[in-house]
């Protein structure tokens, strides 16, 4: 789909709880997108990892693109991989809707969030909870997502970090009104509400919806949290 498409459909969708693909059963993969969709989720979060950039090493564009034969919802690629410019053609042309790359990666941001605004995709920049928000200050005209990250990207199943709270309020205050803010890592029933009301409106979550049972109810329950923490 075409960048404001996908924005449209993000900002409509918010508050919204973005499930990270990265504990899914990737053997089962159709199944698990039909019982997430079935759960009404409102796009999908894909946590791409290069061994480099992160200790970690998950998967990358076969995955995005077997993903986007499998469903019409955004898909919202993470991209945790130095060197991003080489490859977000390529994540383009296999699906991703949103690309978001660290600030750590590539300290000079701003060719690249233009860049991937010209493929007509969303542009995010991502920072660790100990990079400063001054880091990223000066590219936010260009970033259409921010995600704040509230731990060390590489590993779903990590504790909240509560450096996101500020760095979500201050944002809020010093990006456009259109910026959507993003909050990836430890999100669950006990800390998405805080997030909520520091200004986040797309929550990422791994381990609180795939280490249910019953995906729906996480969802819902997730979503009212967030609604009622506006
Ligand atoms: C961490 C990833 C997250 C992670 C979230 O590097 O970016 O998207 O999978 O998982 P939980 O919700 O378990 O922290
Ligand atoms: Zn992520």
């Known amino acids: 789909m075409n960048r404001q498409a996908c924005l449209d459909r993000l900002r409509t969708a918010a508050p919204a709880v973005l499930p990270s693909l990265l504990q899914c059963d990737f053997g089962n993969l159709e199944r698990e997108v039909r019982r997430l969709e079935e759960a009404g989720v409102q796009a999908l ?3 791409v990892m290069d061994g480099n950039f992160v200790p ?3 998967y990358g564009m076969p995955i995005v ?3 986007r034969q499998l469903t019409a919802l955004p898909l919202d690629v993470h991209l945790m991989i130095r ?3 080489k490859y977000v053609r390529q994540f383009r042309e296999a699906g ?3 690309m978001t790359f660290h600030i750590e990666a590539v300290p000079e941001p701003r060719d690249l969030l233009a860049q991937i605004r010209a493929l007509d995709a969303a542009s995010g920049i991502a920072l660790n909870p100990g990079t400063p928000l001054a880091s990223i200050a000066g590219c ?3 970033c259409d997502v921010v995600l704040v990250m509230s731990v060390n990207a590489g590993f779903g199943g990590q504790k909240f ?3 996101a709270l500020d760095k979500l309020r201050t944002v809020r205050q010093q990006a456009g ?3 959507l803010l993003e909050v990836d890592g430890g999100i669950n029933e006990k800390t998405i509400s805080s997030c909520s009301a520091a200004g986040g409106q797309l929550f990422v979550v791994g381990s609180a919806i795939f280490g249910q049972p019953q995906y729906a109810s996480a969802v819902r329950e997730l979503t009212s949290l967030a609604a009622s923490s506006l």
């Open 45 to 47: 979060h894909l946590d």
């Open 56 to 58: 970690n090493l998950s």
């Open 65 to 67: 693109h077997a993903l």
């Open 83 to 85: 060197e991003p410019a």
């Open 96 to 98: 991703a809707d949103v």
């Open 140 to 142: 936010l005209d260009l």
């Open 161 to 163: 970090n509560d450096i």
């Open 177 to 179: 009104p259109d910026v």
